[in-house]
């Protein structure tokens, strides 16, 4: 099996191989025209290989290149493509919110899948986007690379910002042996958010280490609120962590000014990237080519 790293994800493509023992590893040739079309170009004897693609597809610019390298692989005369993609962009719009709308996920899904054979991706916002894949799709949690790394630190009690993610912080309450509640979320707008304890709590939350789960960090506002509702409340040593670290403008800086520390997988490049999710993607992988 070979491994390919899109410039979106070339390190965590990198640790797969790894984990694929030692697979070969290649990082393909990218430059952009003078009119700034993209070009891109893939080494290596890839003819009767399991190829795997991984690109995160955080901007257009990633997603235009995880087509370019789809194609380039099938090209190549790979015998199967799997396509790994960690942080799957457009999956919020998941359904048609209001009149007009297009369903961005559904959309992604039709294309990234069109020259794959498999696809495998990391905490999608809803799970239920993996019935919008006609061929096999597999999604990787990012749960228990970041179980791993909390196994270590000091913590009482875990809190999930919201209701939506409850299913996530009760399988790491599970890994980690360790109670959890959810806060009651009102979304203002795009970067605003409300949030309310809950009528009852597992444990005082008072001189509790609290972690705070969620899938995504994006503008940083639900970390930021959540911290200063159980800082209010007591709790004394703060943390955050998400599968997937956006941290769009100062959100890193703002969430560090509320919390003792934040840890982030490595789906995405940021300054809290502290747990791998290579091990749990390799996982699906060793599987998808030994069916
Ligand atoms: C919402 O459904 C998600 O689970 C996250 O809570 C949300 O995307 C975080 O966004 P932000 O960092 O902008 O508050």
Known sequence: MHVIGGTASTALAERVSRELGNAPFGIPFTKRFPDEEMYVRVGGRLEGEDVVVVQSTRTDSDLLELFLLEDAVREAGARRTFVVVPYFGYARQDRRFF????????????????????????????????TQ?????????????IARLLHEKPLDVLVSPDKGGVDRVRRMSQLLDKPWFALEKRRLDSEHVELAMPPTLPIPIEGAHATIVDDVISTGGTIVEAAKLLKKRGAIGISAACTHGLFLKDAFERIKAVVADVYSTDTLGNPAEKASVAPDIAQILERLVTA
């Open 99 to 130: 009149p007009g709308e297009p369903v961005s996920a559904r959309t992604l899904c039709r294309h990234v899948e069109l020259d794959a054979d498999a696809v495998v991706t990391v905490d999608l916002h809803s799970s239920q986007t993996l």
């Open 133 to 145: 894949f006609t061929k096999p799709a597999y999604e990787a949690s990012g749960i228990p690379a």
